[in-house]
């Protein structure tokens, strides 16, 4: 049984397994090129994910490993692979990389993101700067910082394609949990995608995304709404994120409410630095949230 697609020219897919409600049907890990290869998101720490990887390589040379993010589906297999093919791990920075002030200090709180988990001990072997090209072979990337899911989160673009790691999906919205991920530099990496004229996305989880505008277009209409749907709850008085995530997220399952509510916080933590909603006893998922005195 044949563990890799062939989704273009010089690009195949292997799908890791790991699926559960946060990463869909599992991580997806590309190769790009032929003779000289990258590969994007080798996934979690995975034996039989590795040998699939290693399998469909073969005798090409690996000339880097790149990674969208560090979390622990997506990043922790990339040292184990650059010790079997001799190729540098690239990415933004480590875990804690990336992140905005207002970030470092919920962090300092100890406030953990959830979600799928950080890599803690995830550090590249090189650092990329936002918009360096990668080389090798026949093909460039352009590495393109797009916090938000993650502070160290990038987004690769190979021609008219980018791979969008966690920021776009077909499938799901992406989780914006702080203090590892960031509503207010979520919506900007969004916006900037916006003016990339891509063909196809290739994301993290679930299949290709075909229609690349149209969907993040949707996503910022999405968040968008969410944060409209905050404020009007918040209209008639102060009001805690259980509340907020019950009395929005009506139609949603359970056992993502978890997840659901992460988001919301996402969203109050933006809203609280442009001034529209204060917390009392300062910024805190256990905090209760009013609507800003205008």
């Known amino acids: ?48 994910h590795l040998a699939r990887l290693l399998d469909a390589i073969g005798p090409d040379r690996v000339a880097c490993i790149l990674v969208t993010h560090s979390h622990k ?32 200090a919920l962090a300092a709180q100890g406030i953990s993101g959830g979600g799928e988990g950080v890599d803690p001990d995830f550090k590249p072997d090189l650092c990329l700067r936002d918009n360096e090209v990668v080389a090798f072979g026949d093909h460039r990337l352009i590495a393109l910082w797009t916090p938000g899911h993650m502070g160290n989160h990038m987004c690769f673009q190979w021609g008219d394609v980018v791979f969008t790691g966690d920021h776009v999906m077909g499938w799901a919205p992406s989780l914006v949990s702080p203090p590892d991920g960031d509503m207010s530099a979520y919506m900007a990496s969004l916006a900037r ?45 102060p009001a805690t994120i259980p509340a907020l995530t019950d009395r929005i997220y009506t139609d949603l399952a359970p056992t993502l409410h978890k997840a659901a509510a992460r988001n919301v916080f996402a969203h109050l933590v933006d809203l609280h630095t442009r001034g529209r909603v204060s917390a009392n006893q300062g910024l805190h998922p256990l905090a209760e949230f009013t609507l800003s005195q205008s």
């Open 1 to 48: 049984m044949t563990h890799v697609t062939s989704l273009a020219q010089d690009l195949r897919l292997i799908c890791a397994d790991n699926p559960s409600p946060m990463t869909g049907e599992g991580t997806n890990s590309y190769i790009l090129g032929r003779k000289q290869v990258c590969v994007i998101d080798p996934g979690p720490n995975d034996p039989t």
């Open 73 to 104: 589906d997506h990043s922790p297999l990339a040292p184990l692979l650059g010790q079997a093919t001799g190729a540098p791990v690239l990415a933004f920075g480590d875990s804690r990389a990336g992140q905005s002030e207002v970030m470092q």
């Open 193 to 237: 995608l916006t003016k990339i004229n891509a063909r196809v996305m290739y994301a993290g989880h679930g299949a290709a995304i075909e229609h690349p505008q149209s969907r993040v277009a949707e996503l910022l209409a999405h968040r968008n709404a969410r944060e409209t749907a905050i404020l009007a709850e918040l209209a008639p008085g």
